[in-house]
C-alpha cells in the first residue's frame, strides 16, 4: 500500500498517459509493428487449408505493450494468445497493425488511408507531437507506410480485433486528476456525455471503414477497463466505474445500430474483468503504468477467444533449457498435443521425431528402404522421400535442402531413424508455426 500512497496525482495522470509508453525507447522495431510478428514466430507457409486469418487494431493495448520491454520478441499481448488459440484450431496467420498512442479518429484516418490505398505520414494519422520519444512517431510513421499492405490483409481477414478509445480520453482524465476530487466529480458529470458522443462517432466511422474493407471478416471490439484502482480513491473510483459502463452500454447501442446497416459487430467486455483488479492485472502498483500485465492480457485474450470459439485453451509454457541444455519444444499437430512413444530430440534449433512417430502424427504412410536408408512418405498427393545423413530431401520430385540431415539413433536394443518433423510437415503440405514465448509448435493441415 505504500506504494499506491507514493502514487501522487501527476504520477498516476503520467501513468494514464499513453504518452508515456516509450515503446521507442524500448527498442521495439518499427519495422516489425505491422504485419506478422516474424521474430516471434517461424513460419512456413505451404498450400494448406485456407487458414484463418487475423488482423490486430488499435492502440498500445493491441500492440502489447508492458513497461520495460527492451525488443520486439518480449511482448506477448492478447493477440499473440489469440493467434495460438487459432492454431488450435486450424492454420493461421496474425497481423498487427496496432499504433502506440492511437485515438479513434486515428483509427478511422488510418483506415482511410488503407482504403484509398495511400500512403500516410504519422502526422496524416494524427497529432503525435506531444509523445516525449520521436521514435513513437516512427513507428507511427512504419505503420502509415504499409496502408496498402492492410489494406490486402483487411481484404482477407476472417476477424478483425481490436482496442481503441484510451487515448480519446487522456488529457481529460490527466485534467481531472489535477482537480479535487470532489470538483473532478462535477466536472465529469457535466462533461463526460459529449466525450462519450464523439469517441463512440469516431468509432462507427472506424467500424463502417472496417466493413467495408473486411466484408467477411467477424469485428470484434472491447469495451474500456478502468485505468485507476480503487485504492487512489474510492470515490472517484465509483464515478469513473459509471463511466466504463455508460460507455459499454452505448457500444452496445452502437453494434445495435450498425446490425441494422447489416455490419456484424460485437462488443467483448473486458471492464468486468479488470474491475476491482487493477492491481493485480495491470502495473500500476508496480511500474506506475496501467498497460495489463501478463495476467491482464491473458485475461483479455480469453474474453476474445470465448467469444469466438466459446472456449479457451491454457496451453503451458515449455521450458527451452534443462540442465543448460536445449529442450525441444511442444507440438501440437492438428489442435491436439503430441505424444509420442519416442522422446522429441533437438539438433541444431531443430526439432526431431522417430520417423513412425511423424507418420502416426501427420497420417501418413511410411516407407522404409533399406538399401538407400530412405524414408518415403506418403499422404494424398503429396511425397516426401528423406535419406540418412543427406542434406537434401526430395518433396513431389524436387529437391529440398534441409539444415540438419536425418540420422539414426541407438533407443534401447533398436536403431531408430530420427527426422526433421517440421521439413516433412510442410512437404506434406502441413503449416509449421514456432511460437518462441511457449516453446511450442503448432502444426496444421
Given at each position: 500500500?505504500?506504494?499506491?500512497?507514493?502514487?501522487?496525482?501527476?504520477?498516476?495522470?503520467?501513468?494514464?498517459?499513453?504518452?508515456?509508453?516509450?515503446?521507442?525507447?524500448?527498442?521495439?522495431?518499427?519495422?516489425?509493428?505491422?504485419?506478422?510478428?516474424?521474430?516471434?514466430?517461424?513460419?512456413?507457409?505451404?498450400?494448406?487449408?485456407?487458414?484463418?486469418?487475423?488482423?490486430?487494431?488499435?492502440?498500445?493495448?493491441?500492440?502489447?505493450?508492458?513497461?520495460?520491454?527492451?525488443?520486439?520478441?518480449?511482448?506477448?499481448?492478447?493477440?499473440?494468445?489469440?493467434?495460438?488459440?487459432?492454431?488450435?484450431?486450424?492454420?493461421?496467420?496474425?497481423?498487427?497493425?496496432?499504433?502506440?498512442?492511437?485515438?479513434?479518429?486515428?483509427?478511422?484516418?488510418?483506415?482511410?488511408?488503407?482504403?484509398?490505398?495511400?500512403?500516410?505520414?504519422?502526422?496524416?494519422?494524427?497529432?503525435?507531437?506531444?509523445?516525449?520519444?520521436?521514435?513513437?512517431?516512427?513507428?507511427?510513421?512504419?505503420?502509415?507506410?504499409?496502408?496498402?499492405?492492410?489494406?490486402?490483409?483487411?481484404?482477407?481477414?476472417?476477424?478483425?480485433?481490436?482496442?481503441?478509445?484510451?487515448?480519446?480520453?487522456?488529457?481529460?482524465?490527466?485534467?481531472?486528476?489535477?482537480?479535487?476530487?470532489?470538483?473532478?466529480?462535477?466536472?465529469?458529470?457535466?462533461?463526460?456525455?459529449?466525450?462519450?458522443?464523439?469517441?463512440?462517432?469516431?468509432?462507427?466511422?472506424?467500424?463502417?471503414?472496417?466493413?467495408?474493407?473486411?466484408?467477411?471478416?467477424?469485428?470484434?471490439?472491447?469495451?474500456?477497463?478502468?485505468?485507476?484502482?480503487?485504492?487512489?480513491?474510492?470515490?472517484?473510483y465509483d464515478q469513473f466505474i459509471?463511466?466504463?459502463?455508460?460507455?459499454?452500454?452505448?457500444?452496445?447501442?452502437?453494434?445495435?445500430?450498425?446490425?441494422?446497416?447489416?455490419?456484424?459487430?460485437?462488443?467483448?467486455?473486458?471492464?468486468?474483468?479488470?474491475?476491482?483488479?487493477?492491481?493485480?492485472?495491470?502495473?500500476?502498483?508496480?511500474?506506475?503504468?496501467?498497460?495489463?500485465?501478463?495476467?491482464?492480457?491473458?485475461?483479455?485474450?480469453?474474453?476474445?477467444?470465448?467469444?469466438?470459439?466459446?472456449?479457451?485453451?491454457?496451453?503451458?509454457?515449455?521450458?527451452?533449457l534443462k540442465n543448460g541444455q536445449?529442450?525441444?519444444?511442444?507440438?501440437?499437430?492438428?489442435?491436439?498435443?503430441?505424444?509420442?512413444?519416442?522422446?522429441?530430440?533437438?539438433?541444431?534449433?531443430?526439432?526431431?521425431?522417430?520417423?513412425?512417430?511423424?507418420?502416426?502424427?501427420?497420417?501418413?504412410?511410411?516407407?522404409?528402404?533399406?538399401?538407400?536408408?530412405?524414408?518415403?512418405?506418403?499422404?494424398?498427393?503429396?511425397?516426401?522421400?528423406?535419406?540418412?545423413?543427406?542434406?537434401?530431401?526430395?518433396?513431389?520430385?524436387?529437391?529440398?535442402?534441409?539444415?540438419?540431415?536425418?540420422?539414426?539413433?541407438?533407443?534401447?536394443?533398436?536403431?531408430?531413424?530420427?527426422?526433421?518433423?517440421?521439413?516433412?510437415?510442410?512437404?506434406?503440405?502441413?503449416?509449421?508455426?514456432?511460437?518462441?514465448?511457449?516453446?511450442?509448435?503448432?502444426?496444421?493441415?
Open positions: 500500500m505504500k506504494k499506491l500512497k507514493a502514487l501522487s496525482v501527476t504520477a498516476l495522470a503520467g501513468a494514464i498517459a499513453i504518452s508515456s509508453f516509450a515503446v521507442g525507447a524500448a527498442g521495439i522495431p518499427a519495422a516489425n509493428a505491422a504485419g506478422t510478428v516474424q521474430s516471434t514466430t517461424t513460419q512456413t507457409q505451404t498450400s494448406v487449408s485456407s487458414p484463418y486469418r487475423i488482423v490486430v487494431l488499435g492502440d498500445s493495448v493491441s500492440v502489447g505493450y508492458e513497461p520495460g520491454v527492451k525488443d520486439w520478441s518480449d511482448i506477448y499481448g492478447y493477440g499473440d494468445r489469440l493467434y495460438e488459440q487459432a492454431l488450435l484450431h486450424g492454420p493461421a496467420e496474425l497481423s498487427n497493425y496496432a499504433v502506440v498512442g492511437l485515438t479513434s479518429e486515428g483509427l478511422t484516418n488510418l483506415l482511410q488511408g488503407a482504403k484509398d490505398k495511400k500512403k500516410l505520414t504519422h502526422s496524416q494519422i494524427q497529432d503525435f507531437t506531444k509523445f516525449p520519444d520521436d521514435r513513437i512517431i516512427g513507428l507511427a510513421d512504419e505503420i502509415g507506410a504499409k496502408t496498402v499492405a492492410l489494406n490486402s490483409a483487411l481484404a482477407d481477414s476472417n476477424l478483425v480485433a481490436m482496442t481503441i478509445g484510451g487515448n480519446d480520453f487522456l488529457d481529460y482524465i490527466r485534467s481531472l486528476l489535477d482537480l479535487d476530487p470532489k470538483d473532478a466529480a462535477v466536472k465529469l458529470n457535466a462533461e463526460i456525455d459529449g466525450k462519450l458522443n464523439n469517441y463512440t462517432d469516431q468509432v462507427k466511422k472506424a467500424i463502417q471503414l472496417i466493413h467495408e474493407l473486411a466484408p467477411q471478416a467477424t469485428i470484434k471490439l472491447t469495451d474500456q477497463y478502468l485505468p485507476m484502482p480503487v485504492q487512489y480513491d474510492a470515490a472517484l459509471k463511466v466504463t459502463d455508460n460507455l459499454a452500454d452505448r457500444l452496445d447501442q452502437l453494434a445495435k445500430e450498425l446490425d441494422d446497416e447489416g455490419i456484424a459487430v460485437d462488443v467483448v467486455p473486458i471492464r468486468s474483468l479488470f474491475a476491482g483488479k487493477e492491481m493485480s492485472l495491470t502495473h500500476i502498483f508496480y511500474d506506475k503504468d496501467v498497460h495489463p500485465n501478463q495476467q491482464g492480457y491473458a485475461a483479455i485474450a480469453e474474453q476474445f477467444s470465448d467469444a469466438i470459439w466459446q472456449s479457451y485453451t491454457r496451453i503451458p509454457a515449455k521450458d527451452k536445449p529442450v525441444a519444444p511442444a507440438i501440437y499437430i492438428n489442435g491436439q498435443a503430441l505424444t509420442t512413444p519416442n522422446q522429441p530430440m533437438l539438433r541444431s534449433s531443430t526439432t526431431f521425431l522417430a520417423l513412425t512417430d511423424v507418420a502416426d502424427a501427420t497420417g501418413a504412410q511410411v516407407k522404409w528402404d533399406n538399401k538407400t536408408k530412405t524414408a518415403t512418405f506418403v499422404k494424398g498427393a503429396n511425397t516426401v522421400s528423406i535419406t540418412l545423413g543427406s542434406k537434401t530431401m526430395k518433396v513431389n520430385g524436387a529437391a529440398k535442402a534441409l539444415a540438419v540431415p536425418a540420422y539414426a539413433q541407438q533407443v534401447g536394443s533398436v536403431s531408430k531413424t530420427y527426422v526433421p518433423l517440421a521439413a516433412i510437415a510442410t512437404g506434406l503440405q502441413y503449416q509449421v508455426v514456432y511460437r518462441s514465448h511457449l516453446n511450442t509448435a503448432f502444426i496444421n493441415s
